[in-house]
């Protein structure tokens, strides 16, 4: 290599161009000869692994100075991907420092400054490490074919657990990595059944007669449940060299979307697509190639201490299976005591699960605890707290997938004195945390919430607040989509900010809303009676279902931004008409940059709109509702002041 110029910059360009003269030559040599298979898409990526695993199978014959006709223009190809997909923030550069010292990478340039480096080198050197067929594609599927396109519909970052369903029988969540785990163990049997000969050890000499089996008797029959148990025994035999766990991918940009997938550290296979590749290869090494590679990563996490092992989550029916949590123990218990419990506390309630029983549990909870004091402090102690701790969990727990656990933060203490009984969504990931919801404090918020009145605080029952409860926690996720989709409306809102002041821009925008309303109606609303009533709001409420499906189409599409700006006026003077002396039309572009209805609560028309896709109807209708009721209550302690 010539010596390397002052610029970096400069010389990684050169570089790139001097890989990009010498990409035909390559293509003939390597390549198959068809310059069209190098169209810079997925395809050619798994064209690229073939000929990594045929010629180059090693990490050192990929850095090997004399596999440099091979491995530099391969390099080249792969960053050619990256910065294709951003030309003008990515370029070609040489690293002089840091972990990439010496080596031609993709980087953003010095405006952007938005990623870190792509070493496409450290990329081929991958693809033999991992001994995965899919390594590249999936490496590289988000530059050429972006999930981020659009900010909606919002991207769920999944805990890899599938479809969540209730089974009446065993009252639990199940997910559909659940129903896969039950299954290995018979489906290995089913294998072993098949191959009577081999012995099915988890070993690479295993895989081999495996594969063998695989690529001329199984792609013969397409027998589903067999080619089940070879992607279960793959997996396994991968996990047990490993360490790790099974997963359900559901990624939708990935070919393995929907399959079940073995994860280790940074490493993720589909013993499926593996079945996949060893048909087209029909080489006989396929399972065998990534059975010694985990093995070789196994070994070189030992070289660093034991600390750098993986463990191993176990299998059902395989492994011997850890005793169950001490919190199902007393969940159990309390099942079974809850007969007793109503008869002795609940009589002629409604125990059904649904939220409509919330309001029961919070009477029973209010004749049996003084106001302003604790559920702990219950006259009949651990008999009654544990019923009520129980049911309102298990209602929670039954309302969308989530599980039970202890917690040692902030929760009371109740039962025999283990933490508190909380229960926590299966969506945690989504969520970026998990939705928890301490029972002890919650309950204890229908004997003592405190209300605020202009600065003052104020101690006293909530009958409504398990129901209000329940109903916070089957919302949660879509709310989190609306929040996420407001903040990136507002931010839009602020960057297009006007330098009027505060009450001339209320001004304009309210009187030019009012006289745009009747050809509002006509485009969007005929044949509603639009009167400003409460009983609009459930044609308002409808109309919003009909012109957007979810809150990111309603906030952020622009196609629906004259819908909303006249929808959100319209909601906003039906609260104003309904209590002129208290809500009124204010603007603060500090505070926000929209228009909103003053009052209890205060009222972000838009954002409130958006909040119709959290049940079947009459959300409008009950914000509405609760701003009577709050300026009723208000009126009230004003008197007695």
């Known amino acids: 290599m010539s010596a390397q110029p002052a610029d970096p910059d400069a010389d990684g360009q050169a570089w790139a161009l001097r890989q990009q003269d010498a990409f035909p030559e390559w293509v003939i040599r390597y390549g198959g000869g068809d310059p069209g298979r190098w169209d810079f898409g997925l395809d050619s990526l798994n064209v690229l692994t073939y000929i990594i695993f045929d010629q180059f199978p090693t990490q050192e014959a990929i850095d090997h100075p004399g596999n440099a006709a091979f491995s530099e223009p391969a390099a080249w190809y792969l960053g050619e991907i990256v910065r294709r997909s951003d030309p003008k923030k990515l370029r070609w550069a040489r690293r002089d420092y840091g972990p990439y010292a010496g080596r031609y990478v993709v980087e953003p340039t010095a405006k952007s400054r938005k990623e870190l480096p792509e070493d496409t080198q450290g990329h081929l050197r991958a693809v033999p490490y991992f001994g995965e067929p899919m390594w590249l594609r999936e490496r590289y599927l988000d530059y050429i074919a972006p999930l981020w396109e659009k900010a909606w519909p919002p991207w769920i970052f999944s805990n890899e657990t599938g479809r969540w369903s209730w089974d009446e029988a065993g009252q639990r969540w199940f997910s559909q990595l659940d129903q896969w785990l039950d299954g290995i163990a018979d489906l290995l049997r089913l294998l072993a059944a098949q191959l009577p000969d081999i012995a099915l050890d988890y070993s690479t000499a295993s895989l081999e007669a495996v594969e063998n089996f695989t690529v001329h008797e199984l792609a013969a029959t397409q027998d589903l449940m067999l080619r089940a148990a070879v992607t279960a025994y793959v997996g396994e035999c991968l996990l047990r060299t490993g360490g790790e766990q099974?997963?359900?991918?559901?990624?939708?940009?990935?070919?393995?979307?929907?399959?079940?997938?073995?994860?280790?550290?940074?490493?993720?296979?589909?013993?499926?697509?593996?079945?996949?590749?060893?048909?087209?290869?029909?080489?006989?090494?396929?399972?065998?190639?990534?059975?010694?590679?985990?093995?070789?990563?196994?070994?070189?996490?030992?070289?660093?201490?034991?600390?750098?092992?993986?463990?191993?989550?176990?299998?059902?029916?395989?492994?011997?299976?850890?005793?169950?949590?001490?919190?199902?123990?007393?969940?159990?218990?309390?099942?079974?005591?809850?007969?007793?419990?109503?008869?002795?506390?609940?009589?002629?309630?409604?125990?059904?699960?649904?939220?409509?029983?919330?309001?029961?549990?919070?009477?029973?909870?209010?004749?049996?605890?003084?106001?302003?004091?604790?559920?702990?402090?219950?006259?009949?102690?651990?008999?009654?707290?544990?019923?009520?701790?129980?049911?309102?969990?298990?209602?929670?727990?039954?309302?969308?997938?989530?599980?039970?656990?202890?917690?040692?933060?902030?929760?009371?203490?109740?039962?025999?004195?283990?933490?508190?009984?909380?229960?926590?969504?299966?969506?945690?990931?989504?969520?970026?945390?998990?939705?928890?919801?301490?029972?002890?404090?919650?309950?204890?918020?229908?004997?003592?919430?405190?209300?605020?009145?202009?600065?003052?605080?104020?101690?006293?029952?909530?009958?409504?607040?398990?129901?209000?409860e329940y109903e916070r926690w089957v919302t949660a996720s879509i709310r989190e989509r609306i929040e996420d989709s407001q903040k990136r409306r507002e931010q839009a809102k602020r960057r297009a900010s006007?330098?009027?002041?505060?009450?001339?821009?209320?001004?304009?925008?309210?009187?030019?809303?009012?006289?745009?309303?009747?050809?509002?109606?006509?485009?969007?609303?005929?044949?509603?009676?639009?009167?400003?009533?409460?009983?609009?709001?459930?044609?308002?409420?409808?109309?919003?279902?009909?012109?957007?499906?979810?809150?990111?189409?309603?906030?952020?599409?622009?196609?629906?931004?004259?819908?909303?700006?006249?929808?959100?006026?319209?909601?906003?003077?039906?609260?104003?008409?309904?209590?002129?002396?208290?809500?009124?039309?204010?603007?603060?572009?500090?505070?926000?940059?929209?228009?909103?209805?003053?009052?209890?609560?205060?009222?972000?028309?838009?954002?409130?709109?958006?909040?119709?896709?959290?049940?079947?109807?009459?959300?409008?209708?009950?914000?509405?509702?609760?701003?009577?009721?709050?300026?009723?209550?208000?009126?009230?302690?004003?008197?007695?002041?």
């Open 246 to 468: 099974w997963i359900w991918d559901e990624n939708p940009a990935r070919l393995t979307n929907g399959f079940p997938v073995v994860s280790r550290s940074v490493t993720r296979v589909s013993p499926t697509h593996l079945i996949e590749y060893a048909w087209a290869r029909r080489d006989g090494q396929t399972f065998a190639r990534i059975h010694r590679a985990w093995i070789a990563g196994t070994e070189e996490r030992r070289s660093r201490g034991p600390e750098h092992e993986l463990r191993r989550r176990p299998t059902p029916g395989l492994d011997v299976m850890p005793e169950p949590r001490p919190i199902l123990t007393w969940v159990a218990h309390a099942a079974a005591k809850f007969p007793d419990w109503v008869a002795r506390y609940g009589a002629g309630c409604r125990w059904d699960f649904s939220a409509e029983s919330m309001n029961d549990l919070a009477r029973v909870v209010l004749d049996h605890c003084l106001a302003g004091t604790s559920l702990l402090d219950a006259p009949d102690g651990d008999a009654f707290i544990s019923g009520v701790v129980w049911y309102f969990g298990e209602t929670l727990h039954r309302a969308k997938p989530s599980h039970w656990r202890y917690s040692g933060s902030r929760a009371a203490r109740t039962g025999r004195g283990w933490d508190g009984p909380e229960v926590i969504t299966n969506d945690e990931v989504f969520r970026r945390y998990g939705l928890s919801v301490f029972l002890m404090q919650e309950l204890d918020s229908v004997i003592r919430r405190k209300a605020i009145w202009d600065g003052r605080e104020s101690a006293e029952p909530d009958p409504t607040w398990l129901r209000d």
């Open 498 to 641: 006007s330098k009027r002041s505060d009450e001339e821009t209320l001004a304009r925008r309210l009187a030019a809303r009012a006289e745009d309303f009747p050809r509002w109606v006509e485009q969007f609303g005929s044949g509603a009676q639009w009167d400003f009533s409460i009983e609009s709001l459930d044609e308002l409420e409808a109309l919003i279902r009909h012109v957007a499906p979810g809150p990111e189409e309603l906030l952020e599409d622009k196609a629906n931004a004259d819908f909303l700006e006249g929808a959100a006026w319209y909601f906003g003077e039906v609260l104003r008409r309904s209590d002129p002396d208290n809500s009124g039309w204010k603007y603060e572009r500090h505070y926000h940059p929209e228009p909103y209805v003053a009052g209890s609560p205060t009222t972000e028309a838009a954002e409130h709109l958006a909040t119709v896709y959290t049940a079947d109807g009459g959300v409008l209708r009950r914000h509405y509702e609760l701003r009577r009721r709050l300026e009723e209550r208000r009126a009230q302690r004003d008197q007695q002041m």
